[in-house]
């Protein structure tokens, strides 16, 4: 928990609770297409050691974002890593059951940050029920040492993203822990 950002670092946050977690995946169903499956996991630590999930309530935000610091052995961290970048490359749209029923998600990849040892930046869109607008999850995985971290933001009916400042106190924090 130590590795967490205070509130005071969080610009305009109001809160920034964290939680250790067995690992941020519920029991839903596999989605409709494997690599996806694999993403999901590796996004929420599923064989990680240890899982602590941080959320960020900001200020004038009601979508906020959270992180989720999953700690492998350096090897596993770097295997998990090249699974969620091998996935991306096959992983364009999904269907599955999330905690608001049914869903489809598509994937888009973008430029990733120059952080950490590795990062990759995607966004899962899709359609909110009842044709309540359109949900955008903005991701940043990152891999520094060992721990793969991923950052989400959410927002609906506008580009989500996740304040890259933010990202780069954390992964510093991290790399800093690692190497001291």
């Known amino acids: 928990m130590a590795l967490a950002l205070p509130e005071s ?31 999901l996991d590796v996004m929420t630590g599923e064989t990680a050691s240890a899982v602590v999930g941080q959320t960020f309530n900001w200020v004038d935000d009601i979508w906020g974002g959270d992180s989720l610091l999953a700690s492998y052995p350096e090897a596993t961290a770097r295997e998990e890593f090249r699974a969620a970048r091998d996935s991306l490359k096959t992983c364009k749209s999904f269907t599955g059951v999330a905690w608001a029923g049914e869903c489809a998600a598509e994937v888009t990849v973008e430029k990733a940050p120059a952080l950490g040892d590795e ?62």
């Open 9 to 39: 670092e969080v610009p305009n946050s109001h809160s920034a609770p964290v939680q250790r977690l067995s690992s941020g995946r519920q029991t839903f169903p596999p989605v409709s297409d494997a690599s996806c499956e694999r993403l």
């Open 119 to 180: 990062a990759l930046s995607f966004h899962l869109i899709s359609q909110l029920p009842d044709g309540g607008g359109q949900r955008d999850a903005h991701h940043v995985l990152v891999r520094t040492g060992t721990t793969v971290v991923d950052f989400h933001k959410l927002n609906v009916d506008a580009r989500a993203q996740f304040p890259l400042a933010l990202i780069g106190k954390q992964v510093d924090r991290l790399s800093a822990a690692q190497s001291g």
